[in-house]
């Protein structure tokens, strides 16, 4: 099983659309967890960090069940620019070493 | 602010070549990350330096893979012979250190796309 899972997609959705996000880990000593956004063939860049209360940037939420092992990323009002692959990703702690999601890939359409 | 530099940006080699990969991070960040993106797939990390030494190595495959920051700055990534299965990009990323916090955004290179046929 993979240290952390979400749905590869790809989610196609028209522009103005609410889209969700799910993901899960595996490792319940992680402590720090993030949405990393990916441009088709660019580098990774941090979108947000998630917390265990819940916080908005935006049109982007991201909440964190620490319970269950579950972080979510919710987009509303799509837009085109949106498009993208999104990274799920989780930090095990003391070496900031990061544990990446396959990601969702996001097609926003017109 | 300059961002992390990675060269070259794509290389084509033949298996059982060798082949090097540069990077030099971000001004003052201490630390230095070496990944590997296979297509479809999330960064998996190789290494991790502090400086000039290394904090994690678990998923380099050593009998090919190594990697140096001799002088605590840029770093190298080497991979001697090279196997079809090797073609990803390699992201280099590096953070600054925040000891009042666990955790530290990282920035990532532009990455080397290797192809080995």
């Known amino acids: ?110 | 602010e300059a961002g992390v530099a990675q060269s070259p940006r794509y290389k084509i080699i033949e298996k059982r070549q060798s082949v090097a990969f540069w990077c030099n991070p971000i001004s003052g960040h201490a630390t230095l990350y070496w990944y590997q993106q296979i297509l479809g797939q999330g960064p998996k990390l190789l290494i991790q330096f502090q400086n000039n030494g290394v904090v994690d190595d678990s998923q380099l495959p050593k009998d090919r893979f190594s990697a140096e920051r001799l002088k605590g700055v840029d770093s190298t990534l080497k991979i001697q012979p090279a196997k079809l299965e090797d073609s990803a990009v390699y992201l280099c990323a590096s953070s600054p250190i925040d000891r009042g916090r666990s955790s530290y955004e990282q920035y990532f290179g532009p990455g080397t796309r290797l192809t080995v046929t």
């Open chain 1, 1 to 110: 099983r993979k240290e952390v899972e979400q749905d590869p997609g790809p989610f196609n959705v028209p522009e103005g659309a609410t889209v969700a996000f799910n993901c899960t880990y595996s490792n319940s000593a992680s402590q720090s967890f993030f949405w990393y956004r990916q441009d088709c063939r660019k580098e990774p860049k941090l979108l947000m960090s998630v917390y265990s209360s819940g916080n908005e940037d935006g049109r982007f939420t991201a909440q964190l069940n620490r319970a269950s092992q579950y972080i979510s990323l919710l987009i509303r009002d799509s837009k085109l620019s949106d498009s993208a692959t999104y990274l799920c990703v989780v930090n095990r702690g003391a070496t900031n070493k990061l544990i990446f999601g396959t990601g969702t890939l996001l097609a926003v359409q017109p």
